[in-house]
C-alpha cells in the first residue's frame, strides 16, 4: 500500500510526484520559473481543463482575489512610472500564479492526498536545487545557512509520512531533532516554527481518539488551554535561545548576531528589519505602494534610518531595491493594497482551517501543521516564491474548509 491510499501510483499520482520533482529546479527568462511550471502550462493544451475550478466556489473566491492582486501591479506600476522591465516581472509573478490555480485544482480535487506526492517530489527538488545549482554561488556562512532550508522540507516530508504511518512519537521527535540542528546552524526562525508545530501535533494527537465531532468538539472547548501550552512553549523557546546564544553554545557567529540585536533600539525585532521598514514605508504610501521592485531613489530608508536613530551608509542604500521580504508587506510595497488584501485573504483562509479543519484528515495533521506555521512564516518574513508549494498548500486548504463545510 502506498501510504494506504492505493495498491500502486495511477498515471496522475506519478503525474503530481514529477511535478513536485522539477519544482525548485528554476531558469530565469524575465523573472524565475521552475521547469515544473513550464510542463504545467503545456499540460492545458492536452491532458488538463483549465476551467475545472469554477465549479468550486472556494477556488472561484481564491482566483478572483489573486486577480485583485494583479490589478494592484498594475494600477500601482502605472501610478508610480515603473520601467518597463520591472513591471512585466511584477505582472508575470501574479499571472503565472493565477494560470497555475486550475492545475493545482486539478491535481488535488479528487484525492486530496495527492499532495504527498508533489511533497516528495518537492523535498527531492530542494536538495537537487541547493547543491546543484545554488551552493555553487554561496560562501561558507551563506552554504550553511542555505543548506539549512534546502533539509527543511525534506525533513517535514519525513516527518509528515511518518505521522501519516501512525508512528507520532517518532514524527514528532525526528522534526525536532532537525529543529535543534538548524538552531545551530543560525536558523532560529525553523526552530520557532518546528517547536510549536510539534506542540500544537502532540496536543491534537490527545484527542484523535474521538469521533470527528466530538475531536472538533473537544478541541474548539480546550482553546484556552491550547494558547496557554503555545505560550508556555513561545517563552520556553525564547529563553532556550537566549541561553543558547548569549552563553556562545551556538556558537561565535550566532553570539555576534544576538548582542547585536538584543543591543539595538529595535530590540531583537532587528531580526526582522525589513517587515519593519515594509511598516514604514507602507505608512508613507498605503494605496497605491511604490511599483513593481521599487528602486530607493527618493532615500526613503535613509529617512527610516534616521528616524530610528540607526547609522546608515548612504551610498550602499541609494538604488537599493525596497524590501519585500514578506508576502504580505513586500505585495503592500509593490502593488499597494489590492496586493495586502489578497494575502489578508489567504491569513483569513488559513486561520479558519486551523480552527477545525486541521483535524478533518487525521492522517495529514502532521505534514499541515508544519506546513501550515512554515507558510505562516513565510506569509509574515519571506520574499515570495515557489509559487507551486503556495499552491498545493492553499488549494489543500481550501479543499478541507469546502469538504468541511459539506458534511457540518
Given at each position: ?407 457540518a
Open positions: 500500500m502506498v501510504f494506504g491510499i492505493n495498491s500502486f501510483l495511477n498515471k496522475k499520482d506519478i503525474l503530481i510526484f514529477i511535478i513536485g520533482l522539477f519544482s525548485l529546479i528554476k531558469i530565469r527568462v524575465l523573472g524565475t520559473f521552475s521547469i515544473s511550471e513550464l510542463l504545467i502550462f503545456s499540460l492545458y493544451f492536452f491532458s488538463v481543463n483549465p476551467f475545472i475550478w469554477l465549479k468550486n466556489k472556494g477556488m472561484i473566491n481564491l482566483f478572483l482575489a489573486t486577480l485583485l492582486w494583479l490589478a494592484g501591479v498594475f494600477l500601482s506600476d502605472r501610478y508610480n512610472g515603473s520601467n518597463l522591465i520591472d513591471s512585466l516581472k511584477g505582472f508575470f509573478n501574479v499571472f503565472f500564479l493565477l494560470l497555475l490555480i486550475p492545475f493545482v485544482y486539478w491535481a488535488l480535487y479528487d484525492k486530496p492526498h495527492r499532495m504527498l506526492y508533489f511533497w516528495i517530489g518537492n523535498a527531492i527538488s530542494s536538495l537537487i536545487s541547493f547543491y546543484i545549482q545554488k551552493s555553487v554561488n554561496l560562501d561558507e556562512i551563506g552554504f550553511e545557512v542555505w543548506r539549512v532550508y534546502a533539509w527543511y522540507y525534506p525533513f517535514i516530508v519525513l516527518s509528515g509520512i511518518l505521522y501519516y504511518k501512525g508512528k507520532t512519537i517518532l514524527s514528532c521527535i525526528v522534526i525536532e531533532g532537525f529543529a535543534i540542528w538548524s538552531l545551530f546552524n543560525l536558523s532560529r526562525n525553523i526552530f520557532l516554527t518546528v517547536t510549536v508545530s510539534v506542540c500544537l501535533i502532540l496536543f491534537i494527537h490527545n484527542i484523535t481518539k474521538y469521533d470527528l465531532a466530538t475531536k472538533i468538539s473537544t478541541y474548539k472547548h480546550q482553546s484556552i488551554k491550547l494558547l496557554f501550552v503555545l505560550a508556555i512553549a513561545l517563552l520556553g523557546i525564547s529563553t532556550t535561545y537566549e541561553y543558547l546564544a548569549s552563553n556562545k553554545i551556538l556558537g561565535e557567529r550566532a553570539y555576534t548576531k544576538y548582542y547585536m540585536q538584543k543591543h539595538s533600539k529595535l530590540g531583537m525585532a532587528s531580526g526582522r528589519g525589513d517587515f519593519i521598514q515594509s511598516l514604514y514605508l507602507v505608512s508613507q504610501k498605503p494605496i497605491m505602494g511604490y511599483g513593481s521592485y521599487a528602486k530607493d531613489n527618493n532615500q526613503l530608508l535613509e529617512d527610516y534610518y534616521k528616524s530610528n536613530g540607526m547609522i546608515y551608509n548612504s551610498s550602499k542604500l541609494h538604488d537599493k531595491m525596497l524590501p519585500g521580504h514578506s508576502y504580505l508587506m513586500g505585495s503592500w510595497v509593490y502593488s499597494g493594497i489590492l496586493g495586502f488584501i489578497f494575502w489578508i485573504y489567504i491569513i483569513f483562509q488559513i486561520v479558519k482551517y486551523s480552527r477545525e479543519g486541521l483535524l478533518y484528515d487525521t492522517q495529514l495533521v502532521g505534514i499541515n501543521t508544519l506546513l501550515t506555521f512554515a507558510t505562516l512564516w513565510n506569509i509574515f518574513f519571506s520574499p515570495f516564491a515557489d509559487r507551486l508549494n503556495f499552491l498545493f498548500y492553499i488549494i489543500m486548504v481550501i479543499l478541507t474548509i469546502k469538504t468541511k463545510e459539506k458534511y
